[in-house]
T-cell receptor, first 112, second 111 residues
């Protein structure tokens, strides 16, 4: 029962570096999304996808790119890391947009 | 005004107590409602969906009042393991049907 798998679990980057956070789900869910969670801010939507080949921006998309070449995978790319992107990142999937979402166990990212 | 508002707490209750959390939402077009539970430094996990007729799952009861745009969660016979942050979540009513999370209510159950 893998569910939603995120890698890596922890990462430290220097300002300006780029990296990709991986997310994969094995539930054949069409809807996938990326959130960031910061103290006192709650979960905020970065990008989402309603199916392979379709992505769109959420509430806080700046500095991040996504792609969805397969139903299973939804990677999040940081183009040029900034300290303001230090956060915990969660990937989630759901069979439909307004349905309950299943979360991965998160990636804790620090930008120095 | 936040789209989903919760009292952040913390709520500190003894084992066996009954505790209730409330949540209000501002978007009247919201379609789906949930309570999630999040343990410290872990991912959110679905606790239960919330229906207009009210629904119960063991010691947990959720209610939705669409007219007042108000959601509640009642926990009976609290256990130590209920200690967590409880997130009120709405879905739909936006151009992309996204889930909107409240900031959460912290519950600590003590012996």
């Amino acid at each position: 029962n893998a569910g939603v798998t995120q890698t890596p679990k922890f990462q430290v980057l220097k300002t300006g570096q780029s990296m990709t956070l991986q997310c994969a789900q094995d539930m054949n869910h069409e809807y996938m999304s990326w959130y960031r969670q910061d103290p006192g801010m709650g979960l905020r939507l970065i990008h989402y996808s309603v199916g392979a080949g379709i992505t769109d921006q959420g509430e806080v998309p700046n500095g991040y790119n996504v792609s969805r070449s397969t139903t299973e995978d939804f990677p999040l790319r940081l183009l040029s890391a900034a300290p303001s992107q230090t956060s915990v990142y969660f990937c989630a999937s759901s069979p439909r947009q307004t349905g309950p979402q299943h979360f991965g166990d998160g990636t804790r990212l620090s930008i120095l | 005004r936040k789209e989903v508002e919760q009292d952040p707490g913390p709520f500190n209750v003894p084992e066996g107590a009954t505790v209730a959390f409330n949540c209000t939402y501002s978007n009247s077009a919201s379609q789906s409602f949930f309570w999630y539970r999040q343990d410290c430094r872990k991912e959110p996990k679905l606790l239960m969906s919330v229906y207009s007729s009210g629904n119960e799952d063991g010691r947990f009861t959720a209610q939705l009042n669409r007219a007042s745009q108000y959601i509640s969660l009642l926990i009976r016979d609290s256990k130590l393991s209920d200690s967590a942050t409880y997130l009120c979540v709405t879905a739909g009513g936006t151009s992309y049907g996204k889930l909107t999370f409240g900031q959460g209510t912290i519950l600590t159950v003590h012996p």
